[in-house]
């Protein structure tokens, strides 16, 4: 994997698709692999996928590409979503929801029937989409409350999208483990000679910790105790 992103926001752009082609640019001239906000809305239309996927393929940055919030997709027809899947995960494009930041912004002319408006990572998922869970802000102007706790984001994410069995709660906590690591090109798991980077849960399960937003007993970073008081 390569080090480091080259990152781009094209919905904030009036020319989308100049903007993704620098990017790419960027990335093929630093030798990055390439980060997007990308598709931030609940309309299903104007998408900035297609073009994206069309970069990933023509550079052939097969599964160097990630794309966070992809909202419009909680807005396509079923059959448009399915397609739009296997067209992500063809071109190795991971898909990365942000609950907290996507739920406060979003929704907020549904009137009495608003929207959840996260992309649906479980049906993504099912067709072999590289997915996680994750937060961008946490304490400003665009979600204004937070602790940067990822398994609160699982809970939150869980309970947005619906999971109540055990086999949808355990792919929940991958959401914010395994399959993040696998995306950024990282190990995960204990074994020896890993980096000691670990958070010990008070939870007997993977599917306890996210039903009860366990709580952290202690970590560790690069074999240093961190102090949670910080």
Known sequence: MP??????????????????????????????AVDFHVDFD??????????????????GFEGKVLCGHATKLAAFAPWDLDDMARRLASAGIGVVTLPATDLFLLGRNGGSMAPRGLAPLMQLDRLSVRTAVATNNVL????????????????????????????DLERAFRLIGSNPAALLGRRH?????????????????PVDAVRRIAPILASWKAGAKTDLRA
Not at 13 to 30: C, K, T
């Open 3 to 32: 080090k480091g992103y080259s990152g781009g926001c094209s919905y904030t752009d009036p020319s989308p698709a100049e903007h993704i082609r620098r990017i790419f640019a960027l990335a093929e001239r630093f030798g990055t």
């Open 42 to 59: 609940l309309d299903p239309e104007g998408s900035d996928l297609p073009t994206i996927i069309a970069e990933t393929e023509r550079l």
């Open 140 to 167: 400003n102007p665009f979600t204004p409350y937070g602790d940067a706790n990822l398994l609160g984001m699982a809970n939150l994410f869980a309970n947005v999208a619906q999971l109540g069995r055990d086999a």
């Open 189 to 205: 798991g204990v074994e020896i000679g890993a980096a000691a980077d670990l958070v010990l849960l008070g939870a007997s399960t």
